[in-house]
C-alpha cells in the first residue's frame, strides 16, 4: 500500500520526504560539498568542470548554472543543501527566501518585521487556488 | 548519583549567532532578541550545572545525505564548530563528558532505543548558538563553563521521529542519567524553532498564536502535546517548524510536574519566531543528595 502523504496539499511548499531525497541526492551533494573551501575554490576555478563531479540530471544542473533557486527545489532539492550555494554567492537565508517569494529582500524583511506571514489562507493549496494570499 | 534538574527550550537561528560574532547585538532589531535571554544568563550560571545535555539537530553541515541517523550521540572528546560554508563560528571547542555519554550509549540501546553512536563529529549553529545565548559571549581561547553530550536529532529529511518517539526517548535518556553513579547536575536543552519556513513560496510563515499553545502546553499538557502530528507542525508553524519535536526529549526527561521559571517569545529573527522557554523539577520532588 502506498504511503498517504498527507502534507502534500500544503501550498507553497516541498515536504523533503525520501522520495524527494531519492529524486534530489547529487544536487544536495554537490550543494553541501561548497562547505568546505577547497571546494569553493575549486568551482570558482570553473562551474562546468566541478559540476561534472555530480551526476545531476540536465535540468538540475542547468537549475544550479542559473542559480533558479525555486527549481531546485521542486528538483528535489532541500533548503538546507541550496542554502549553502546561495552563501557561496554571498546570499544568506533571508535574502534567499525574499528570491524564492518574488517579494524581493526589501518587501520580506519588512513583512517578518511586521510579524511574518499569517497562516490565515496559507494552510490549504485550494486557499491559494481561490485567489488566496499567495 | 547524577541528576537531571532543569530543562531549557530554545530557538537556534543561525542569525542569532551572526549578530553576537559580529557584535551587534545591541542594534534595535536585536535587542528584543537578547533582552530575553538576560535573566536567562543569570539562571545558568546560577545552576552550576556540570553537564548539558543538547538536543539539536545538524542542517545538512556535518551530515550530507549519504547517511542520515535519526538519533545520533556525540561520544567524541570534543566537538569543533563546523564550518557552514562562511568559516566556523569563533566559539571555544565543546569539551564532552565522555565517561557519561558512553554509559548513556549503552544504557539507550539496552532501552531499546537504537541510537548511532558518533565517535568524530563537529558541530554546527543548532548546537553553538544556543550555548551563546545561554552562556554568553565567549571566544575561541575561552572555555564553555561546563561539559557537553550532544544528541542529533534528523528533522532535515521527512519524517523527523514523532513527537511520542521524543517524548519517549527524554525518559530513557533520564533512566540512564539517574542510573550513573557520579553526582553530576544535568541540565537538558531541547531546541530549534519555533515556527518559521525557510522555503519555496510560503517561506517566511509565523504562526504565534500556534507557538504559544505550544509553549503553555509543554507545562501543562506534555503527553497530549508530544502526539502533535508532522502534519500540523508542517501546515501550522512551517516546513522548518518541526524542529520543535526536538523539544519532546527535554520535556520526557524532566517530572511530570514541572514549574516554568522563564518564557521568552519575539518575532522574528531572520526568518524565525525566537522561542524560549526554562522549566524547574519541582525542588520539594528532588531527593535529597
Ligand atoms: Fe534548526
Known amino acids: 500500500m502506498?504511503?498517504?502523504?498527507?502534507?502534500?496539499?500544503?501550498?507553497?511548499?516541498?515536504?523533503?520526504?525520501?522520495?524527494?531525497?531519492r529524486e534530489g541526492y547529487q544536487l544536495n551533494q554537490f550543494c553541501i560539498s561548497l562547505r568546505l573551501q577547497k571546494n569553493r575554490d575549486a568551482f570558482k576555478a570553473g562551474e562546468h568542470a566541478y559540476l561534472d563531479g555530480y551526476k545531476m540530471t540536465t535540468e538540475q544542473r542547468q537549475a544550479v548554472l542559473d542559480r533558479d533557486?525555486?527549481?531546485?527545489?521542486?528538483?528535489?532539492?532541500?533548503?538546507?543543501?541550496?542554502?549553502?550555494?546561495?552563501?557561496?554567492?554571498?546570499?544568506?537565508?533571508?535574502?534567499?527566501?525574499?528570491?524564492?517569494?518574488?517579494?524581493?529582500?526589501?518587501?520580506y524583511r519588512a513583512m517578518m518585521v511586521a510579524g511574518g506571514r499569517s497562516p490565515d489562507g496559507n494552510r490549504f493549496q485550494h486557499e491559494?487556488?481561490?485567489?488566496?494570499?499567495a | 548519583m547524577a541528576r537531571i534538574t532543569a530543562g531549557v527550550g530554545c530557538s537556534h537561528v543561525p542569525a542569532i549567532g551572526v549578530a553576537m560574532d559580529q557584535g551587534i547585538t545591541d542594534q534595535p532589531y536585536w535587542v528584543p532578541v537578547f533582552d530575553g535571554?538576560?535573566?536567562?544568563r543569570r539562571w545558568m550560571k546560577d545552576q552550576k550545572a556540570d553537564v548539558v545535555f543538547l538536543v539539536y539537530n545538524d542542517h545538512c553541515t556535518v551530515f550530507d545525505a549519504s547517511c542520515i541517523p535519526t538519533f545520533a550521540l556525540g561520544c567524541a572528546p570534543e566537538f569543533a564548530p563546523a564550518d557552514e560554508g562562511w568559516g566556523p563560528r569563533p566559539v571555544p571547542v565543546v569539551k564532552n563528558h565522555q565517561v557519561l555519554a558512553s554509559h548513556i550509549a549503552q544504557s539507550l540501546i539496552l532501552d531499546e532505543f537504537d541510537i548511532t553512536i558518533m565517535n568524530e563529529m563537529e558541530?554546527?549553529?543548532?548546537?553553538?548558538?544556543?550555548?551563546?545565548?545561554?552562556?554568553?559571549d565567549k571566544g575561541v581561547n575561552d572555555e564553555w563553563p561546563c561539559l557537553v553530550i550532544p544528541l542529533c536529532v534528523n528533522v532535515v529529511q521527512y519524517p523527523a521521529p514523532t513527537g511520542n518517539r521524543c517524548y519517549q526517548l527524554g525518559k530513557a535518556i533520564r533512566r540512564a542519567i539517574e542510573s550513573f553513579d557520579e553526582d553530576l547536575n544535568v541540565v537538558i536543552f531541547g531546541t530549534g524553532g519555533m515556527s518559521h519556513q525557510l522555503q519555496y513560496k510560503r517561506a517566511g510563515l509565523i504562526n504565534k498564536e500556534w507557538d504559544t499553545q505550544f509553549l503553555d502546553r509543554l507545562t501543562?499538557?506534555?503527553?497530549?502535546?508530544?502526539?502533535t502530528p508532522h502534519v500540523e507542525y508542517l501546515r501550522e508553524a512551517g516546513s522548518e517548524g518541526v524542529e520543535m519535536v526536538m523539544w519532546h526529549v527535554m520535556r520526557g526527561a524532566l517530572?511530570?510536574?514541572?514549574?516554568?521559571?522563564?518564557?521568552?517569545?519575539?518575532v522574528p529573527a531572520s526568518n524565525t519566531a525566537v522561542g524560549h522557554i526554562i522549566l524547574e523539577n519541582k525542588k520539594d520532588q528532588r531527593e535529597p543528595k
Open chain 2, 37 to 40: 535571554f538576560e535573566k536567562s
Open chain 2, 220 to 227: 501543562s499538557d506534555p503527553v497530549a502535546l508530544s502526539q
Open chain 1, 2 to 21: 502506498a504511503l498517504k502523504k498527507d502534507y502534500e496539499d500544503i501550498p507553497g511548499t516541498f515536504v523533503f520526504d525520501a522520495d524527494r531525497g
Open chain 2, 255 to 266: 517530572d511530570d510536574d514541572v514549574e516554568e521559571v522563564h518564557r521568552h517569545y519575539h
Open chain 1, 69 to 107: 533557486w525555486n527549481r531546485m527545489l521542486e528538483l528535489g532539492g532541500n533548503i538546507y543543501y541550496t542554502s549553502k550555494l546561495a552563501a557561496y554567492d554571498g546570499i544568506n537565508f533571508q535574502q534567499l527566501a525574499g528570491l524564492m517569494t518574488g517579494m524581493g529582500d526589501e518587501a
Open chain 1, 128 to 133: 491559494w487556488d481561490e485567489g488566496g494570499d
Open chain 2, 123 to 136: 558541530v554546527d549553529h543548532g548546537l553553538t548558538v544556543p550555548m551563546s545565548v545561554m552562556f554568553g
